[in-house]
């Protein structure tokens, strides 16, 4: 009986994940534009553009973390590094999700086409804000790694890996390049994407 219990309660959190993350990013969705959330969006984001608590170099280096320039290469890394150690499943799961999230990203933007905030860009960035591709990049990659390696089941390693995603986040609004609605569907829609990604993994490919 307690075998029993465990295992369902391992199959309902990331079902409950899905569901919770999903109708998240599509609230999300359906306010963005509207008012007072718009208004709201941008005032806020200003603020966190025009605070002097984090430093610019800062932000560029958590942006960084967030960008594809890292978490592809790194992925590729950790790809070879599970073949060569004989976990196939896991190295396919790692392309499926670099791959994947990359490419849904991209088909969100230009679905979405919302424009990044007016004011100047520190950096260069893509034409369109909603959602966050580095904030959602670094989700889903990120999680995943947090999933294989199993320390998405101790607590410090979650709380740690959060505000982790966070601050890449709060850098892309630091640097001008989004506001915070497309952080914070970014956060989600990888989320999402991850536990959609390794629910139709196992059941496209495992035996």
Do not use: C
Request: net charge positive; aromatic share 16%; proline share 3%.
């Amino acid at each position: 009986m307690l075998r029993r219990k465990k295992r369902t309660s391992y199959t309902l959190l990331p079902l409950l994940g899905l569901v919770f993350t999903g109708g998240f990013f599509a609230f999300l969705t359906l306010i963005r534009n509207k008012e007072p959330y718009r208004s709201l969006d941008k005032r806020w984001s200003r603020s966190i553009y025009d605070s002097n608590t984090f430093s610019n170099p800062l932000m560029v280096f958590f942006s960084r973390m967030g960008s594809g320039f890292f978490t592809v290469p790194l992925g590729l890394i950790l790809f070879f590094s599970y073949q060569n150690t004989g976990n196939r499943d896991k190295s396919k799961l790692i392309l499926f999700n670099v791959i994947g999230i990359r490419i849904l990203n991209a088909l969100f933007k230009q679905l979405f086409k919302r424009k990044p905030p007016e004011w100047e860009r520190l950096i260069k960035a893509s034409k369109y804000g909603y959602p966050s591709a580095h904030t959602m990049n670094a989700a889903g990659f990120y999680g995943l790694v947090l999933f294989l390696s199993g320390m998405w089941r101790n607590l410090w390693a979650l709380l740690v890996s959060f505000v982790f995603l966070i601050m890449i986040g709060v850098s892309r609004v630091k640097l001008g390049i989004h506001y915070i609605l497309d952080m914070i569907a970014g956060l989600a829609g990888g989320l999402f994407l991850n536990l959609l990604g390794i629910k139709t993994y196992k059941w496209l490919f495992r035996r």
